[in-house]
């Protein structure tokens, strides 16, 4: 298997009518709380910008224009500030010290979650008299608070061997649980859509204990021809990707940890490469969160350039 990092195909996302607000959120006239979903989650609609310089490129700005517009739903739907983990794109770019890629919201997992998004627009903006100087982002986001878990102290973290990659470079993933547990990674883009890592076909056995640190791909993987390469899209200079990985206290079922299941069709399906689809992350988020299973999860975003 040579596992790659790539942003998966981003399909069009239904724009959803019929939604009046009903607040705006703690002042802030860039975020209002909408109706309840049928699915539990509460709809959010918040728009956000970022600068935007002759030295950005696009995909640069509006990956961090959606990371701030999502962090802004959650602050506003919480009430709560949300704390970023900085990385920037690039050392020279304009886009230094704003948010930065932190995916901000998924370092929020703690207090809140997005099951359901949808991306009403984003693109170029005039900053006063300067023309297109501003990337703004416009989403409606469906979140849910955190359920308080009987075992607070069940946590798990994981971390990359670099948050900067060229294409081509590879990668190193360490995960480590506070608890026994049962472990999932995933590469997810900023579109949500995602590829399962681990477990795959050359290693099903995903049961850690507790303080052992799972590194993928291991030295035994590695021999046998097993990489984890980051590869940007084609025609792209540089992406803005996540690490994912969820740790349960009991095996999940297939069908659920799949990010692209849908139907029982799809139930004996292991994903070992990339699971096409829009916001199958999302997707996977939404099964997760109806199971009585007690599970967490820990995110680290990257960037990958082009050589």
């Known amino acids: 298997m040579n596992g790659s990092w790539k942003r998966l195909v981003a ?8 939604m009046g607000a009903l607040v705006f959120a703690a002042g802030d006239p860039d975020v209002q709380i909408l109706q309840v979903d049928p699915a539990g989650c509460t709809w959010v609609e918040a728009r956000a910008g970022v ?16 990371s701030e517009a999502r962090a802004k739903a959650i602050e506003g ?41 949808v991306v009403i627009g984003h693109g170029p903006r005039d900053a006063g008299e300067c023309a297109g100087c501003r990337y703004a982002a416009h989403i409606r986001a469906c979140i849910v608070p955190l359920a308080d878990h009987s075992d607070k102290g069940f946590k798990v973290d994981v971390s990359l061997n670099r948050t900067r990659f060229v294409d081509g470079d590879e990668g190193l993933i360490q995960v480590m649980a506070t608890r026994d547990a049962y472990l999932y990674i995933y590469s997810v883009d900023v579109d949500w859509n995602a590829a399962m890592l681990f477990p795959n ?39 803005a990707e996540m690490i994912r990985v969820i740790a349960s206290k009991e095996p999940l079922p297939p069908a659920l940890i799949d ?41 680290q975003a990257f960037t990958i350039y082009k050589k």
């Open 201 to 239: 076909d050359f290693v099903a056995d995903n049961h850690v204990k507790a303080g052992q640190a799972l590194i993928f791909p291991s030295e035994d993987l590695k021999k046998r021809g097993v990489r984890v390469k980051a590869r940007l899209p084609a025609g792209a200079t540089v992406s």
């Open 51 to 66: 600068s935007f310089g002759h030295n950005d490129t696009k995909h640069q700005a509006m990956a961090q224009a959606i």
């Open 259 to 299: 990010p692209a299941a849908k139907d029982e069709t799809q139930k004996g399906t292991r994903s070992t490469s990339e699971s096409l689809g829009t916001g199958t992350f999302l997707n996977l988020m939404h099964k997760l969160q109806a199971t009585q299973t007690e599970w967490v999860e820990d995110a």
């Open 11 to 18: 399909l069009a996302l239904p724009v959803l009518a019929g």
């Open 77 to 117: 739907f919480l009430g709560v500030k949300v704390q970023d983990r900085f990385m920037n794109f690039q050392q020279e770019s304009s886009l230094k010290g704003q948010v930065g890629l932190t995916e901000s919201l998924l370092r929020v997992t703690q207090l809140g979650r997005i099951l359901k998004e």
